[in-house]
Structure formats: C-alpha cells, structure tokens
C-alpha cells in the first residue's frame, strides 16, 4: 500500500556519502537540543526525568523509521504536558502507560484508514485556541520551580493552582528566582550570539554550575528525585483492566488527535522547508507505533516536534537517517551523563520550559482572530482556549469541535435558499432566453433552490407553496451541490402532497450527488423518471404540454 509506505525507503535510493555525513552532523545538533527539553517536559509532565529521553529515544526512532516525512524529529513535547500531568495525578503512571498504547493504536488506525487528510478539517479557531490555553497551563505549572516555592503537592487544576500558588507566595526562594532568572537572559541573548548551540543547553550547563561552586540552596533534578538511572529502558507491559480502559478512551482519544494534528502540521512545516511532499498516512502509522512502543518501554506520549524538526532541516538533515542518528545520540547520552543531569536545578528546567511556554502560543493570531473574525469563530477560539485552561484538553477539544460543527452547520443552512419565479400574464415580444424564463403561464410556478439542502435546512423546502390554479410545480436545482435524506424525505412529502392535488412535480438541472442520493433512495422512480429534466427550457418546454393537454 503506497500511502503506508516509509518515507525512510524512499531516501535510501541512491543515498550519497554525502548526505549521511549530513544527516549525523544534523542528528547530533537536535539530539543535542532535544536533551533539556525531553528532561524538563518529562518533569513538568508529572513524570521521572528518565522518561523524557526514553521517548525520544524510542518513540523518536520509529517515528523516523516507518514515518511518512523525511526529516520529522518525534519526541516529548510541550502540547501534551497538560493532558499527561492530569492523566497521571488521576489514574497514575500504569494509567499513562495504558493511555498512550491506546492512543498509538487510534493513530494506526487513522492511518490505515486513510484519516491523514482529515486532520485538515479541525479548525483553526480550534487548533488556535487550545495552543494558546495549553501555553497558558503549561506557564503557569513552572511557577512553583521557578520561584522555589514550598509546596508539598501542587494540585492539577489551573484555578487551585493559582490558589496554591497565592496562599504560598511567602515561601519564595529568591536564589532560586535568581538563578531561573539568570536562565532565561541567556536563552534569550545567547541565539544572538550562534544558533549552533541551543541557549536552553548553556543556561543549564552555567547555572548548574554556578549552583555547583557556590553551593547555593536551590532544589535540583537529584535532591527532588534521587538518583537517576542510565540504564536503557526495558520492555514492560503495564497491569491493564477492562474499567481502565473504558475510563481512559477520552483522554487516548486526545492524545491521538493532538499527536495526529501537531505531527502533520511538523510535516506540512517541513516541506516547505525541503521541497518535498509527506505521506500523512504514513505518518500517522508512524506516530502510532512510535506511541505504542514508547508506553512499552517506560516513556510518555511523543508527536513530531516542529522547533527540532526545523533544527533538523537548518543544519542538513534531508533523510530519517538523522532522526535515527538522533535517538543514538541520545542513548549514548543517557548511558554516559544521565547521572550528571542530577545536579540541575529545577528552577532552571522551569525557566526552559517557560520560554517554550511563551514561544509556542500564537498570541498575534489570536488576538487578531478576536478582532476580526466572525462572532461565531470568536465563540469557538475563546470557549476552547477558556476551556483548555479551566478544565482540560479533553472537554475543550469535544466541545471546541462540537460547537464548530453546529455552527458550520447553521452556516450552510443559511446559505440554502428557495425562491419563486415571478408571473407575468401578458409578456411582450421576448428577444432572449432570460426573459422568456421570466414568461411563465401561471398554471406553471418555478421554485429555483440554492444551496446544500441537509438536515439542518431541509426545513427550507416548505416555502415551496402551490396555488388553487397551478398545475406544474418546477423545482430548479442547478445551485444544489449536495442533498441528504432529511431533505429528500421533505421532498416526498412534497410529492406525495402535489400528486393529491393533481399537481405534477418536476425537477430540473439535478447535478450529481443530488441525482446520485435521489437514485439510491428510490426518490426517482417515487416522483416518476419523465419529471427530471436537463435544464429549466426543457422543464418549462415539458411543463406546457402538460399545461396544454
């Protein structure tokens, strides 16, 4: 099957010395970037540091490997920090485990199925506003390290949060302020000194080390959560229950179509980059897979990362040889330094993902859509982003497309129409075809619809009246480019009524999916196949020698 085809396949025809050279040069740069990130997004995420790598380890690789883009660097990211942080507080981490097996199994699914292209249909009001409550939340949960605050357990809602936060704020660390502080001036100088190497990896290595010398008092990755292993992850299948499964559909369910819309979205962003063209199918089956294998071994739910995936592009990277060079580059790392990592501090990893935080919402658009955006976009952006702060990913997403949808659907029923034609009892001499549509005998009454004629707007169809004197009702159909059977029930009544009234029913100009519905349904036959014609001159031609006999 093409569309499931590896992207990786592909690449290794005709692969030079060249661009491997590349590709490795490219895989150790983003494994390089991608260490503090993976580290800091398994931490605020609820989760050991150790798991952040194991899924850029091992979700990285199979995202590369049997994925559908050529450059797509798969790992933690900060759109599911979230979702996972209030999956594992509910249900714990055999939950999570559970969670994202299920979700790689939805997005193998969706992939098969040919869901790719389906992704496109989420709106950006959606996608808009659940980014910016997301970038909110995830702000707001680095508060607590950043200032060294002393609380004993923070709790998940974003408004307790807060509560939290206030009812402790004398407890502020201001050497931990200050050095997360620290942090983040040299994340944000340091990129207009080179882009070779991430400011995140030199705010870690000098505030660490300055909180090394000084022996200053602020809580590290080690005094929060002991010694680190660095040891490769192992396989492990988590205690699965049949209620558990049940319960965790909904959030599976997220996971899986924020890692289809984030990763597709990193493949469109690529492509433009390079020129090329992703399989989104086979990048969904992908994600899948690597979401499967990275809950079997101990990691987190992972997507395509846009910000590695451009990093990757930026310096060579043109094969998924350097996503696989990547996942090496990291377990080298963690077999080699994972101990070091222990003497990070917290407020720095806080710091980190606070600058992620501001980066990855899209506040100009947001406000721009709530400036110039129809009411009813407004509604949808600012009901999932409320929300996706005050409640979570799952209910903003479920109502965010509901409430789209409904008001997609009030749209189109408005822009279905049914007008009649006028009558004129006396015309004059009719030099063209358009005033002799408009020369109607009154025993005639022509009814033009336009517009998709569905549930939502079949109700429409009942301005469709007959007078004591008509005889031929025309319904003109050339503005109809789809029907469903709510509106083809209408119109039986429609039928059913005229034909009690001797009043013949004919229908002009049916286009294709209209005629296609009509013939499944049997509507053809019921309203008799001579009442369909071509075009309204043959319709009006019909309807006068009905008229006339």
């Avoid at 100088?189 to 070779?196: E, L, Y």
Wanted: hydrophobic share 50%; net charge neutral.
């Amino acid at each position: 099957m093409k569309e499931l085809r590896p992207k990786l396949l592909d690449c290794l025809k005709g692969y030079s010395g060249s661009q491997a050279v590349k590709d490795i040069i490219s895989g150790i740069i983003v494994a390089i970037i991608a260490l503090p990130l993976s580290i800091a997004l398994a931490i605020a995420s609820g989760v050991g540091p150790e798991q952040g790598l194991y899924t850029a380890i091992i979700a990285g690789f199979f995202i590369a490997v049997f994925g559908g883009s050529r450059v797509q660097i798969g790992g933690p990211t900060a759109a599911f920090v979230v979702i996972i942080y209030g999956i594992v507080a509910t249900y714990g981490r055999d939950g999570l485990v559970v969670a994202t097996i299920m979700a790689g199994i939805m997005l193998i699914i969706m992939g098969i199925f040919h869901f790719g292209s389906l992704i496109k249909y989420i709106p950006y009001t959606i996608t808009t506003g659940f980014t910016c409550g997301i970038a909110v939340t995830l702000f707001a949960g680095q508060l607590k390290d950043f200032l060294g605050l002393s609380i004993e357990k923070v709790p998940s809602e974003f408004i307790p949060k807060i509560g939290s936060y206030i009812e402790n704020i004398r407890t502020i660390n201001f050497t931990a302020l200050l050095i997360g502080g620290l942090a983040i001036v040299i994340m944000l100088v340091w990129p207009k000194i080179t882009d070779k190497i991430p400011g995140s990896l030199v705010a870690i290595i000098v505030t660490t080390v300055i909180v090394k010398i000084f022996g200053l008092q602020v809580n590290t990755i080690g005094s929060v959560f002991g010694q680190l292993s660095s040891s490769f992850p192992s396989f492990a299948l988590p205690n699965v229950t049949f209620d558990m499964i049940k319960q965790l559909i909904q959030p599976a369910f997220t996971i899986a179509i924020l890692a289809g819309i984030e990763s597709l979205l990193s493949a469109v962003v690529a492509d433009g980059m390079i020129n090329d063209t992703h399989n989104s199918n086979a990048e969904l089956v992908g994600q899948g897979l690597g979401n499967i294998f990275s809950g079997l071994f101990g990691g987190i739910p992972a997507t395509g990362a846009i910000a590695r995936t451009a990093a990757n592009v930026r310096n060579g990277g043109r094969t998924p040889i350097a996503g696989v060079v990547h996942c090496v580059t990291l377990t080298v790392i963690l077999v080699l330094l994972m101990p070091t990592a222990a003497m990070i501090p917290m407020t720095t990893l806080a710091a980190v993902l606070l600058v992620v935080a501001a980066n990855m919402a899209d506040w100009s658009s947001f406000f721009h859509l709530c400036k110039t955006a129809p009411k009813s976009d407004i509604l949808v952006l600012v009901a999932t982003f409320v929300l996706t702060v005050v409640f979570d990913l799952v209910v903003a997403i479920e109502v965010g497309v509901v409430l789209a949808a409904i008001l997609f659907m009030k749209r189109m029923s408005d822009t279905a129409d049914v007008k009649g034609w006028k009558y004129i009892e006396e015309p004059e001499t009719l030099p063209d075809e358009k005033e002799k549509l408009m020369a109607i005998p009154k025993e005639i009454r022509v009814f033009e619809i336009s517009g998709p004629l569905f549930f939502a707007a079949a109700d429409k169809l009942l301005a469709i009246d007959s007078k004591s004197f008509t005889k031929v009702l025309i319904i003109r159909m050339r503005a109809v480019p789809a029907i469903d059977v709510s509106a083809i029930r209408k119109l039986r009544e429609l039928v059913t009524k005229a034909n009690k009234n001797d009043i013949t029913v004919i229908f002009s100009h049916v286009n294709e999916q209209p005629m296609h519905a009509f013939e499944k349904d049997g509507f053809v036959d019921f309203a008799g196949k001579d009442n369909f014609r071509t075009n309204i001159i043959e319709a009006l031609d019909y309807a006068n020698s009905l008229v006339s006999k």
